[in-house]
């Protein structure tokens, strides 16, 4: 059975840093694709990152590019959102996902079967 689990939320200052974890359980990692999401109230999920487990690669929405940083620690299973510069309008409920890495497309979420449970990430002004 498939398990994400998220951690590391909080209340940040904007400007401030935040690093949030995700723990995989149950799956073949290096056949895998991690994404990062996020959702405000009241709005869409949106795509943040993404990492490729295989080879590392990762991949960046072009509204937090240089300032986010997705990495992977292979022996503890886990995936890691290393946020600076945070900004009040990143205030919202961060997710992890889990899809095959199949196809270039990794920003849909629709495509990712797999996901955690969410963490609160509060920016305040």
């Known amino acids: 059975q498939v398990q994400l689990v998220e951690s590391g939320g909080g209340l940040v200052q904007a400007e401030g840093s935040l690093r949030l974890s995700c723990a995989a359980f149950?799956?073949?990692?290096?056949?895998?694709?991690m994404g990062w999401f996020r959702q405000a109230p009241g709005k869409e999920r949106v795509f943040v990152g993404a990492i490729r487990w295989s080879d590392g690669r990762t991949y960046y929405a072009e509204s937090v590019k240089g300032r986010i940083t997705i990495s992977r620690d292979n022996p503890e299973n886990t995936v890691y959102l290393q946020m600076n510069s945070l900004k009040p309008e990143g205030t919202a409920v961060y997710y992890c996902a889990a899809k095959y890495s199949r196809g270039n497309d990794y920003s849909l979420y629709s495509l990712y079967p797999y996901w955690g449970q969410g963490t609160q990430v509060t920016v305040s002004s």
């Open positions: 149950g799956l073949t990692f290096s056949r895998y694709t």
